[in-house]
């Protein structure tokens, strides 16, 4: 028995694929195309051997069942006597094999893997042929990408999230239900939100919370959860204050406790860049934070005027006069 | 037969005579002229200034460095290890890779007891030409040429335990069998805050600088495609190495990508295109960039000149500077940069100097100087 690729495992990986630069219904259009394409192709080869059928005597027939579930085994009842050819052509199967008409033919279980259109085809001294449809079995899995994986706090419409539901043999399960979204930031929940999908496939959007640390990001179907973090961040610093001494060799200047609007601390390593101005010129110096503190050192003599910025924030002016 | 010989022998002998006097010559009172060499083994007399440091530069060039510190005045306060690694380099600066490949004279003045020669040095480095200029005293000494070699300041650190406790970033890549999504890290969050197109000496150059919004470090490069009014994309170019391209968080460097031989008039648009991707950083060293202002060189040239401070306990082998100019309403109007060919040792400071096309010196208002840095056994 030869493997084709099948119409569920390519939904899922082309719908990877678009996750994170396409909507999550962007992603399905363009996976159901692609299924549409391959169902259309089942068709015709339906079509050619219908006719082929048409041009010898009818002496048998075939019942397809009319709803099967994939990987559930299934029987199919025919009509008449004697030996006859059987072939079975779906999604990620073609098998042909001997049978006895007037009796069922029984489809193993792992021969309907795979959902989609499948055609069963019965040849002896004529052919006949039936289609029926393999759905999704239940969800098994829970594909969820969350994006982004950092973010500042308090932006918003920065977090969201797709679902897409998939049963045990990678089979998108295109009417899941219901997907529950849940947030929480430590212990507080920050949305808990149900979403019905549409073709297969669930997402929200939201604003970030207002504490960084990480972010819990759960999506649930049932028994089913699939959990995420995002890394929450300080978002830009605010009210940057710096204070500066002299020493022997010209200045010591140090910000307060850096933090951004929202209170959190700015991560160590940001850089905070020191300006300092004196009839000599002009000096920098970009310093990490480290333990929530810029600091730098500083050659300047005479009256000497001092700024801080880090990134595109600015801080206040520092005036030393040159006896100080 | 034997006259014919006797004539060539002679004729010979004058020729050779003719050119090793000619190889040897200088003419006085030429401004500029390029630094020849002599004969293999046959070094000219040092009787006129020029000659006394077209010889030390050949010396120097072909690393006979006995016969170059030969060519000191014996008032030069330089031993000959210290003037040798002046001009070999040491520590891993750029100067130890580097070849000096010509040089171009220009006397300041003279006297007959001492004189000034302006040397032009074009120097051969892996970061691509660069030219130094180095003024040369000379004093007469015995009926000879001699340079007077200054002694120089180096700077004595005392020894001592720096601590270091930056912070370093580490990258941990999954190993693929994680369930998918799971793992997934963004890549940072880099902006261009600012562009500008001019066109520029060699062509034309698009510039501006780029902040890493992110908390974590980036590994960030800026290309730019400038379109023709049709649409069609007429070239592209990434800022290469006029960039820090290693940004913490919250930095902010200049960038200037050239377009040699391409006028702006040609050009309707310009697309710009960032990328940014993780990496791993410390945010050590730290290097102060002090007392920086916009004064003339030598040769009259604006320049933005500083000096680079290494506030950690690390050899920094070779310092890269970045400057981004801004005109009056704070527009970036030119990024120049620059490479320091000593390294830079800890707790010391280094000169440097960066040029500012003479266009544009007048409308500079405001400077912004970056450090970026090259340490060996670093990536």
């Known amino acids: 028995m030869r493997r084709e690729n099948h119409p569920g495992r390519g939904f899922a990986a082309a719908a990877k694929a678009a996750v994170g630069r396409e909507s999550g219904s962007a992603a399905v259009n363009r996976c159901a195309t692609q299924n549409r394409i391959r169902l259309a192709f089942y068709f015709c080869l339906s079509v050619a051997l219908s006719t082929l059928s048409a041009s010898i005597s009818a002496a048998q027939d075939l019942r397809a069942p009319s709803a099967v579930t994939a990987g559930e085994a299934v029987s199919i009842s025919t009509t008449g006597s004697g030996k006859a050819t059987f072939y079975l052509v779906g999604p990620g199967v073609s098998n042909k094999s001997d049978v006895a008409l007037g009796n069922e033919i029984s489809l193993r279980g792992q021969d309907l893997r795979d959902a989609g259109q499948y055609f069963a085809i019965l040849c002896s001294d004529s052919c006949h042929s039936a289609s029926f449809f393999v759905a999704p079995a239940k969800p098994a899995s829970l594909a969820f990408l969350v994006h982004p994986s950092r973010v500042p706090v308090a932006a918003s419409d920065a977090v969201s999230g797709v679902a897409l539901a998939f049963d045990q043999f990678g089979n998108l399960n295109l009417d899941p239900g219901t997907i529950n979204f849940q947030l929480t930031a430590g212990k507080t929940s920050l949305l808990s939100r149900d979403v019905a999908a549409h073709d297969g496939v669930a997402w929200f959007r939201t604003t970030s919370g207002k504490s960084a640390g990480p972010l819990q990001v759960v999506a649930s179907i049932g028994e089913l959860s699939a959990r995420r973090n995002v890394q929450e961040v300080a978002s830009e610093p605010c009210n940057l204050r710096i204070a500066g001494q002299r020493t022997k060799d010209g200045l010591v200047v140090q910000t307060e406790p850096v933090h951004d609007c929202a209170g959190n601390p700015v991560p160590d390593g940001t850089i905070v860049s020191f300006t300092a101005t004196d009839a000599s010129g002009k000096s920098t110096v970009d310093a990490p934070i480290k333990h929530g503190i810029a600091r730098a050192e500083i050659a300047a003599s005479g009256p000497v005027v001092v700024s801080v910025a880090s990134g595109v924030a600015m801080g206040n002016e520092l005036h030393i006069g040159g006896g100080q | ?379």
């Open chain 2, 1 to 379: 037969m034997k006259t014919i010989l006797t004539i060539i022998v002679v004729a010979t002998v004058v020729l050779v005579a003719v050119g090793l006097l000619g190889a040897g010559q200088t003419k006085s009172g030429t401004i500029g002229f390029a630094n020849g060499s002599a004969l293999p083994g046959l070094t000219p007399k040092a009787d006129t200034p020029e000659q006394a440091v077209t010889n030390l530069l050949n010396d120097v060039q072909k690393r006979r460095w006995d016969a170059a510190y030969g060519a000191l005045s014996k008032t030069s306060g330089v031993d000959e290890e210290t003037f040798r690694e002046e001009w070999q380099g040491s520590n891993g600066s750029l100067r130890t890779f580097s070849n000096l490949e010509g040089s171009e004279l220009r006397p300041v003045h003279a006297t007959n007891d001492d004189a000034q020669i302006r040397a032009r040095l074009r120097w051969t480095t892996p970061v691509g030409p660069i030219e130094d200029v180095r003024d040369f005293r000379l004093i007469r000494e015995g009926g000879l040429w001699k340079v007077v070699w200054p002694k120089q300041q180096v700077a004595n650190v005392p020894a001592q335990v720096v601590p270091v406790t930056y912070l370093r970033w580490d990258l941990v890549s999954g190993d693929g069998k994680d369930e998918w999504g799971a793992r997934n890290i963004d890549p940072p969050h880099v902006r261009i805050v600012s562009m500008n197109a001019v066109n520029s000496a060699e062509g034309s150059a698009v510039m501006g600088e780029v902040v890493n919004e992110d908390t974590v470090p980036a590994f960030v490069n800026v290309g730019a495609t400038l379109v023709d009014g049709g649409g069609n994309p007429i070239d592209d170019e990434n800022s290469f190495d006029k960039i820090d391209h290693v940004l913490l968080p919250k930095q902010i460097t200049p960038y200037r990508i050239d377009f040699p031989g391409i006028d702006l008039s040609k050009v309707k648009n310009v697309r710009m295109d960032i990328k940014a991707s993780l990496v791993p950083a410390s945010a050590d060293p730290v290097i102060g960039v002090m007392n920086q202002k916009i004064d003339a060189d030598v040769q009259g040239r604006s320049v933005l000149r500083g000096e680079l401070l290494n506030q950690s306990g690390q050899t920094v082998n070779i310092p890269h500077v970045i400057a981004s100019f801004y005109d009056n309403n704070g527009k970036v109007i030119w990024v120049s940069d620059g490479y320091v060919d000593r390294a830079l040792l800890p707790e010391t400071s280094e000169p440097f100097s960066v040029d500012i096309p003479r266009s544009l010196a007048g409308k500079v208002q405001s400077f912004h100087v970056v450090v970026n840095q090259y340490s060996l056994g670093k990536s």
